[in-house]
């Protein structure tokens, strides 16, 4: 069973929708992070979230994104109104420790048409 | 955070050996060096890390070179499904007190039959 599970796995939207996607680790994680990558590109991260609170967040995650924990075993990214440059594989990750390795869940593949 | 490099692609054979080379001469004495590989349409993937003496697991060998400045994934015999790219990233949440990981492009490696 894999560590991160993430729903749906694949999600497609018309512009200006808003999308939910959503990410269920196995263990109890206070710590998440998302991560995208657009088509051909590289992985890119896009917040980290920490009991309950954004802890970092990078350019790329403006207004149109926010993250929530809504019944403390699950995490969620959302997009408001989603553009057809938020085409792309979202990721969610544990952080991993000093010295131990994150688990990376298999991605939604968000398609806004 | 110290970059890496590494080459775009690489071939080898099924059931050789493959080394997968990367360079990070800017290293400081706090960073991990840790490998990621991403199989088509996943997410990445832990392979090995380690700080500075050779690492051996499962899935890999890690040998790191004396001074630190570059490192090589070696993975013992190829498989068809080792086909992936393969991410060389330092990571010192210590000193800058985030544990996301910024990926690079890594090396795409192409298993031959």
């Known amino acids: 069973e894999p560590e991160v599970t993430q729903t749906p796995s694949h999600q497609v939207t018309q512009m200006g929708q808003e999308v939910i996607l959503r990410c269920v680790p196995i263990?109890?994680?206070?710590?998440f992070y998302w991560y995208r990558q657009i088509l051909g590109q590289k992985v890119e991260f896009l917040v980290s979230?920490?009991?309950?609170?954004?802890?970092?967040k990078s350019e790329i995650f403006d207004d149109q994104f926010s993250v929530e924990r809504p019944d403390g075993s699950n995490f969620t990214l959302k997009i408001r109104s989603t553009k057809l440059e938020d085409s792309a594989m979202y990721f969610c990750?544990?952080?991993?420790?000093?010295?131990?390795?994150?688990?990376f869940g298999q991605g939604t593949r968000l398609t806004v048409v | 955070d110290a970059k890496t490099t590494q080459p775009n692609s690489m071939e080898s054979n099924e059931e050789e050996p493959v080394h997968l080379p990367c360079n990070h001469s800017?290293?400081?004495?706090?960073?991990?060096i840790h490998w990621y590989r991403q199989l088509p349409s996943q997410g990445p993937e832990y392979v090995i890390h380690?700080?500075?003496s050779n690492v051996n697991n499962r899935m890999a060998s890690l040998a790191i070179a004396e001074d630190r400045k570059s490192s090589t994934l070696i993975l013992h015999r190829a498989t068809l499904r080792d086909a992936a790219v393969y991410y060389c990233i330092l990571r010192d949440p210590f000193t800058s007190g985030t544990y996301k990981y910024i990926f690079g492009t890594g090396t795409r490696l192409k298993v031959l039959a």
């Open positions: 979230f920490y009991n309950n609170e954004i802890s970092e």
């Open positions: 380690g700080l500075t």
């Open positions: 990750a544990t952080p991993g420790g000093m010295n131990t390795e994150a688990f």
């Open positions: 263990s109890n994680h206070l710590y």
């Open positions: 800017t290293i400081s004495g706090t960073d991990y």
